[in-house]
């Protein structure tokens, strides 16, 4: 079965550093990826997806994410967060019988 | 924009208590989804739904039950709530394998 492995359950950061969520898939096929968040007491929203085409993505609020097909990764990058990025970041990938696949989350706590 | 609604956002009931979560879109999207989010477990799909009264079980079915009578509303039915469900529920709908979320609502079964 298709999964989706993010690697840090729990990431905490001093405002302004550079951060990098990884993702790794496990689905071969051609896949559509996502990285969603969810801010405290806010609902799940889309940040950013890549379905095609350049594999750097460029999303809301200044962050990134790079689709390496032969690493299975979609790792979510910004080059430096504030206060307001803590959150919980998802990534998702659509399988094979086009079902969203989500990986466990990572909890990003950004110190002011 | 799109917008999901859920008809609660916190909810607390008994043990065995039957409990309706609904779930409204409002942009004709025919696919809609109930999802339990759970610390450290990410979200996993209880049921979705591809068009008005089809259903299909998703990762975790058990002890749920979903209604689509309409496009824009999609019921999940716990029937006898149980403690082990206590839980965030997530509603979606989708269009083009985008999923558009709802505030969720914030089950404990007492």
């Known amino acids: 079965a298709q999964s989706v492995s993010q690697h840090n359950h729990h990431v905490i950061l001093s405002e302004a550093a550079s951060l990098e969520l990884g993702c790794n898939y496990s689905y071969g096929g051609t896949v559509n990826l996502f990285w969603y968040v969810q801010y405290p007491g806010q609902h799940l929203q889309l940040l950013l997806k890549y379905f095609s085409g350049d594999p750097l993505v460029k999303g809301i609020k200044g962050f990134e994410a790079e689709f390496i097909k032969s690493k299975f990764s979609f790792n979510l990058r910004k080059p430096s967060v504030q206060w307001s990025d803590t959150a919980e970041y998802f990534c998702a990938v659509v399988d094979s019988n086009y079902q969203l696949i989500w990986g466990a989350g990572t909890k990003l706590i950004i110190k002011p | 924009d799109v917008k999901v609604t859920q008809s609660s956002r916190y909810l607390v009931k008994r043990t065995g208590e039957k409990v309706f979560l609904e779930c409204v879109q409002d942009m004709d999207h025919e696919n809609m989804f109930w999802y339990r989010q759970d610390p450290g477990l990410g979200l996993r799909l209880i049921y979705f739904s591809y068009d008005v009264k089809m259903k299909e079980k998703g990762d975790i079915p058990e002890g749920y039950s979903v209604s689509r009578e309409k496009k824009e509303r999609f019921s999940l039915i716990l029937e006898s709530a149980s403690t082990n469900q206590t839980s965030m529920y997530l509603c979606?709908?989708?269009?083009?394998?985008?999923?558009?979320f709802g505030p969720g609502t914030r089950l404990t079964v007492l």
């Open positions: 979606a709908s989708s269009f083009s394998n985008e999923q558009f």
